[in-house]
Structures are given as structure tokens and as C-alpha cells.
């Protein structure tokens, strides 16, 4: 069983930046794929990046690649997840995920935090 927190959202104006957390309670993460995903209102959960900390390969959505980083500490215990020149259509509820294997789909992976809301203004 892996619990994970997610923190770090928030209200920001568009053009600014974010740093979400996500951090597994009492164990590290080296050994499993850590995805982010986000669900705005009304539509669909979707991918946004996701990073494989066994071999450090990370996947980014076009839709954020340029903008979105991924960042992990040394004990990888905690990823995060570095939003750049935020958009109003980056507004959505951005869950964290861990699973095996680093996959794009939400239905690849076991784990899931809460969630955090992230709100971009106009």
C-alpha cells in the first residue's frame, strides 16, 4: 500500500508559476512511476507528466511540455511537479498517481493522492 499527499496548489495569475508536491508517506518511491493528472470541471481526467523514478524517464502531455517539469528529491520520497507560464485552461483539480511502470493512462496506476486544486486567473 503506497499513501500519497499531494500539496502545493493554489490561485495564481496566468503567466505564473506552481510547484505541486507529492510525497509518499513513509516509504520512498525509487522503485515505482510517479503520473500526474488533472480533472477540470465538466471534463475528463487527462494526463499532464508522469516520471519513472527507477530509470528517471519522464513523459509530458504536448500540452504543458515546455511549461511543466518534473523534479524529485534525492531520497526519492517526493516528486514534484514545477508549472511554468500557467494558463486559465491549466485550472483543474491535479491528482498524483504512482504505479509500477510509468504509463499515460489513468486506469495504469494503483495509487492515487486527494488531490489539489489548482486555479489559473485571467
Known amino acids: 500500500q503506497v499513501q500519497l499527499v499531494e500539496s502545493g496548489g493554489g490561485l495564481v495569475q496566468t503567466g505564473g508559476s506552481l510547484r505541486l508536491s507529492c510525497a509518499a508517506s513513509?516509504?520512498?518511491?525509487?522503485?515505482?512511476?510517479v503520473g500526474w493528472f488533472r480533472q477540470a470541471p465538466g471534463k475528463e481526467r487527462e494526463f499532464v507528466a508522469g516520471i519513472s523514478l527507477s530509470v528517471d524517464d519522464t513523459k509530458f502531455a504536448d500540452s504543458v511540455k515546455g511549461r511543466f517539469t518534473l523534479l524529485r528529491d534525492v531520497a526519492k520520497t517526493t516528486v514534484y511537479l514545477q508549472m511554468n507560464s500557467l494558463k486559465p485552461e491549466d485550472t483543474a483539480v491535479y491528482y498524483c498517481?504512482?504505479?509500477?511502470?510509468?504509463?499515460?493512462?489513468?486506469?495504469?496506476?494503483?495509487?492515487w493522492g486527494q488531490g489539489t486544486q489548482v486555479t489559473v486567473s485571467s
Open positions: 498517481a504512482c504505479a509500477a511502470r510509468l504509463g499515460i493512462l489513468g486506469y495504469d496506476y494503483d495509487y
Open positions: 513513509g516509504r520512498t518511491l525509487r522503485n515505482y512511476a
